[in-house]
Each structure stands twice: as C-alpha cells, then as structure tokens.
C-alpha cells in the first residue's frame, strides 16, 4: 500500500486492511490482535475489531 493510500484511509480501518498496510495477512493479524502483540491501536466495534489509522501510520513510519 502506497503512502498516498494510507493518507486516503478513514479515521478507523478493518483488521483486514490493516494487515494488508502491514504486509501480512488477516488470520495473522487477528492472532496478533489476540495476543496483545498488534502493532497498532484496535478499538472493538460492537463484535468485530477497527484499527486507529494514525496508530497504522506510526507503526509504519508515516509522519502524520
């Protein structure tokens, strides 16, 4: 995912766009996110899980 990419994306994303910014895939993501060991911030939305996109970008190197 390009730099313009993640600059376009919404306050808060899926997992599985997430991991697609990271490089890896969802059902890794999701056991990261298990184990307290995901890079970023997550936010639980009802039943499933959003990823904060300023906490995304600061995992990559981003500047914001």
């Known amino acids: 995912m390009s730099v313009e990419e993640l600059r376009s994306l919404p306050a ?3 997992v599985a766009t997430a991991a697609r910014a990271l490089g890896i ?3 890794k993501a999701y056991a990261l996110i298990k184990a307290e060991k995901f890079p970023a911030k997550t936010i639980p939305v009802g039943e499933t ?3 904060v ?3 995304l970008w ?3 190197g ?3």
Request: aromatic content about 0%.
């Open 53 to 55: 996109t300023l906490s």
């Open 25 to 27: 895939g969802a059902d």
């Open 58 to 60: 600061e995992a990559l």
């Open 12 to 14: 808060a994303v899926s």
């Open 49 to 51: 899980q959003k990823v």
């Open 62 to 64: 981003v500047p914001s």
